[in-house]
Every structure is written in C-alpha cells, then in structure tokens.
C-alpha cells in the first residue's frame, strides 16, 4: 500500500536559518506529492505539490523536488520566519488505483524561534 | 468566498451514541473527501465521493461508518455506536473535480466519552 515518511518533531530553530523536512514515500503508481501546512488555529493549506519526477514544487520561499529515485521529496527554505512556525504535512494521491484519497505524513510540528 | 465549512466544530457524546458530522463544500466543487485525523496522527482518507456517489469508500473502518451526499452539495458522515476510540478530529475537503486541489475545512473535535 501507499505511505508516507517524515522526520519526526518538533524541529526548532532560529528565524534566518536553513530549513529542512525529510519526506519518503512508497506508493503502487505514479504519484503526485503535496506538502501542506496547518498554522495554529487554522485549516490544512495547499504549500506546494509536484506531479511528476523532477518536478519542482515551490510557494512563499519553499521548494521541494520530486525524486522519484530516492522516492523523496523534502521540503527547503533558505532562510525561515517566526511566521512560518506551523505543522508540515507530505502526503501523496496514487494514479495506480489506489485509494482516491490523500495519503498523509504524521506531520511534522516546525517551531521558529526569533 | 465561503471556504469549505463543518459543523458542529465541536461534538462530544457518549459511548454507544449516534452522531452526524456535516460538511458544506465550496460551491461548484463536484469533489468531496472525509479524513480523520487522531492526536499526533496526519489525516487518514475515509471516503471520496463525486457527485451524488461515493466513489471510493475504501478508508471506512467498519460498517459503523456511513456518508452521504445526496443532492452533490453538502454531505452527512454518520457514526452509528459511538465507541471512544472514534475520539478525533473529522476533516472534510472539497476540489473542482477529483484530481484538483484539495480545500480542507477547519474540521469537527469529536469527543466520545
């Protein structure tokens, strides 16, 4: 079946720091990988996704590749913000017959220190 | 306009009780999915409906769990014998068509005591 990987939390850092996420999948199809993002109080949003293999994802100054050889895709930034403390997820939708759903990560809880 | 909208945002009922969770998705949206999403745990896909029908009702527990949405708009989850290990927080999500961008909706704490 389908699932997905990413490292555990709660990461910490300072505002202006390099960021991040490690996100691994496996998946019967060719799937499409998202990473969405829920701030404190707030719904899941839409981050970034990619559809395809070295696809490149990008949204607010975040960027994620589409790996298909190391079946990865881990989310960047440069230089992160107070603001951008908020829980990450990656999930993936299979095009090989699976479930018509998203399949998320346990999320990871980003914590940005000023 | 209106986001994806779940009501009620809170719920707590007794073990053994039924329950109904509503979701109105953004209009237009043909597409419709319930998650579930327990403490510490990312959303875990219960059924996908296009349109009136449910499309694929795959990530259902046990027959407990019941969804409608029968006019192709809002749409019913219905837990029947409440047991407290369905304590979590209800998610709907609703796309133009089923290959779309998913737009979650703030979700429903249900509490079973």
């Known amino acids: 079946g389908n699932s997905v990987t990413q490292m555990e939390g709660p990461v910490t850092l300072s505002e202006e720091a390099f960021l991040t996420i490690n996100c691994t999948y496996t998946a019967t199809g060719y799937p499409s990988l998202f990473w969405y993002v829920q701030y404190p109080g707030e719904g899941l949003q839409l981050l970034l996704k990619?559809?395809?293999?070295?696809d490149k994802g990008s949204n607010k100054g975040f960027e994620a590749t589409y790996r298909k050889e190391t079946t990865s895709f881990h989310l960047e930034k440069g230089s992160v913000q107070v603001s951008d403390s908020a829980v990450y997820f990656c999930?993936?939708?299979?095009?090989?017959?699976?479930?018509?759903?998203?399949?998320f990560g346990k999320g990871t809880h980003l914590i940005i220190q000023p | 306009g209106a986001g994806v909208s779940q009501t009620p945002s809170n719920k707590v009922t007794e073990k053994g009780k039924y329950v109904e969770l509503r979701c109105d998705p953004i209009?237009?949206?043909?597409?419709l999915y319930w998650y579930r999403q327990s403490l510490g745990q990312g959303p875990e896909f219960l059924i996908y409906f296009q349109g009136t029908g449910a499309a694929d009702d795959s990530g259902l527990p046990n027959d407990r769990f019941f969804a409608v949405r029968p006019e192709g708009s809002v749409s019913t989850l219905k837990i029947q014998r409440t047991e407290r290990g369905d304590s979590a927080v209800y998610l709907c999500a609703s796309s133009l068509e089923g290959n779309n961008e998913q737009f979650f909706g703030p979700g429903t704490r249900l509490t079973v005591l």
């Open positions: 999930a993936l939708k299979d095009s090989g017959g699976g479930a018509d759903g998203l399949t």
């Open positions: 209009s237009g949206h043909t597409a």
């Open positions: 990619a559809t395809k293999a070295d």
